[in-house]
């Protein structure tokens, strides 16, 4: 098959998404297709007539990811104009091209929803859920608004906007410690905890300055764990042990140690796997995706963070990490992505 990997783009997990499509490049090129490896913002100077017919571009791609975030404002200098607003020069002529688009992206403006539409309304298939289901895991305000009624355990939380937001509104919130978060935001980035009330105004205000809305999340002490959901069925557990504050830098740095299996009881082990099944087919998920979760210290009751809905796909990301654990390696996991989302369209029609 004909498959652009699509990656980069312009979000705050920029750099985490380069190494996702180059890595899934590479095992689909060792799968046997003819594969584009993209940035959706920067684009190409390669003809789209013939994208596919010449040698892989994967050496022009980063090769590690920086601890630090992407400045964005450079790589809008870099690129400059382009007549396709956000696309970048080339982009949408290969991706209709291609027999499917793997979207190898990360964050807003990939992970949102809005590709997705705008490639559902030029007939051009991809990997993963649909724009609607990627819209509505994006946000963790209405996230919260769907898994809630339908049972999942959450933190007790709220959520401001950053035009309604005001000093008499935020002396109501009084559960400390606290998570501060962007409701969009991904890779932990914009994430604070606050201990006090006389820290929570400013913090809500610094959080605003990566998302217009926020979510206020009661601090949940516990362990965290994600569990990879592949064609509706949960993956084996990983348990996530950062050095300090599952950030960025922690994340991205090699300080952080993942066990999957995780070591915990089976029965806990089972509730999380049911939790994260049940958390994919209320936001109505297709595909794959990764939801995450803590187990409180004091009684070992499970809460739902979030769900991702294009997960890492580097090597050493958590759902290939829990793929691997069932006989699958990335090969095989980027093809089967592929085949599932294929027919995924096949029965939608």
């Known amino acids: 098959m004909n498959i652009t990997v699509l990656a980069g783009g312009l979000s705050t997990e920029r750099d985490v998404s380069l190494i996702s499509g180059l890595m899934c490049a590479k095992s689909l090129a060792k799968k046997g297709h003819n594969v584009f490896l993209l940035d959706?913002?920067?684009?190409?100077?390669?003809?789209?007539?013939?994208?596919?017919?010449?040698?892989?571009n994967f050496d022009s791609f980063a090769a590690s990811i920086n601890s630090s975030e992407p400045d964005l404002e450079k790589i809008k200098?870099?690129?400059?104009?382009?007549?396709?607003?956000?696309?970048?020069?080339?982009?949408?002529?290969?991706?209709?091209?291609?027999?499917?688009?793997?979207?190898?992206?990360?964050?807003?403006?990939?992970?949102?929803?809005?590709?997705?539409?705008?490639?559902?309304?030029?007939?051009?298939?991809?990997?993963?859920?649909?724009?609607?289901?990627?819209?509505?895991?994006?946000?963790?305000?209405?996230?919260?608004?769907?898994?809630?009624?339908?049972?999942?355990?959450?933190?007790?939380?709220?959520?401001?906007?950053?035009?309604?937001?005001?000093?008499?509104?935020?002396?109501k919130w009084d559960l400390f410690p606290c998570v501060v978060k962007p409701s969009c935001g991904g890779s932990s980035i914009g994430v604070l905890i606050v201990d006090n009330k006389n820290d929570f105004i400013s913090a809500c205000n610094e959080c605003f300055t990566y998302d217009d809305e926020i979510i206020i999340e009661e601090f949940v002490k516990g362990r965290e764990f994600s569990v990879g959901v592949l064609d509706g069925k949960a993956l084996p557990v990983i348990e996530i042990i950062p050095d300090g504050l599952y950030d960025y830098s922690n994340k991205y740095s090699g300080k952080t140690k993942e066990v999957c299996p995780a070591q915990v009881d089976a029965d806990k082990a089972a509730q999380m796997q049911d939790t994260a099944q049940r958390v994919f087919r209320a936001l109505n998920l297709s595909v794959y995706a990764r939801v995450d979760c803590l187990m409180r210290e004091s009684d070992g009751k499970i809460f739902c963070l979030e769900a991702n809905t294009l997960p890492g796909m580097t090597p050493t990301s958590l759902l290939p990490q829990e793929a691997a654990q069932t006989g699958i390696n990335h090969e095989e996991l980027c093809e089967l992505i592929i085949n599932k989302s294929i027919e995924r369209f096949s029965t939608s029609k």
């Not at 959706?40 to 013939?50: C, I, K, L, Q, Y």
């Not at 190898?104 to 490639?119: M, R, S, T, V």
């Not at 724009?131 to 919260?144: D, G, L």
């Open 77 to 171: 200098k870099i690129r400059g104009t382009s007549p396709d607003g956000f696309f970048g020069k080339n982009v949408l002529e290969i991706c209709k091209r291609s027999d499917v688009v793997f979207m190898g992206l990360h964050g807003a403006n990939g992970e949102d929803g809005k590709i997705q539409a705008a490639f559902d309304l030029l007939g051009i298939k991809y990997t993963g859920s649909d724009y609607a289901a990627s819209a509505n895991a994006m946000s963790k305000s209405i996230t919260r608004q769907i898994l809630i009624p339908n049972g999942i355990n959450m933190a007790q939380g709220t959520t401001y906007t950053k035009e309604t937001f005001t000093d008499s509104q935020a002396d």
């Open 40 to 56: 959706v913002f920067m684009g190409t100077e390669t003809n789209p007539d013939d994208a596919f017919a010449g040698d892989n």
